[in-house]
Nanobody
Framework: QVQLVESGGGLVQAGGSLTLSCAASGSISGVNEMSWHRQAPGKQRELVAAILSSGSTNYADSAKGRFTISRDDAKNTMYLQMHSLKPEDTAVYYC????????????WGQGTQVTVSS
């Protein structure tokens, strides 16, 4: 069993920056993908960025050029550096870990609130 704990959310002015962290407890094995998703009030949860265990990354159009996803497997931690934040980035940000190989698993964190004021 793996637990994911997000941190780093908060209140920031438009144009500011935040770095989110997602720490995974327990052992992570095999090919996997870690990702950040967000859900704004009244909206569906959406993918923000993803990173494979190989290091390959994928970004939503809204995140390209402003956000950077990374992972430190030695620390079992994933990061999301967010710059040039906009009010529309306001949401609860969740991290997700999915096993893609022989061992399939799917874990979610509890979320961290990001609020961008105009």
């Amino acid at each position: 069993q793996v637990q994911l704990v997000e941190s780093g959310g908060g209140l920031v002015q438009a144009g500011g920056s935040l770095t989110l962290s997602c720490a995974a407890s327990g052992s992570i094995s095999g090919v996997n993908e870690m990702s950040w998703h967000r859900q704004a009030p009244g909206k569906q949860r959406e993918l923000v960025a993803a990173i494979l265990s190989s290091g390959s990354t994928n970004y939503a159009d809204s995140a390209k050029g402003r956000f950077t996803i990374s992972r430190d497997d030695a620390k079992n931690t994933m990061y999301l550096q967010m710059h040039s934040l906009k009010p529309e980035d306001t949401a609860v940000y969740y991290c997700n870990l999915v096993g893609l190989g022989f061992a399939h698993y799917d874990y979610w964190g509890q979320g961290t609130q990001v609020t961008v004021s105009s």
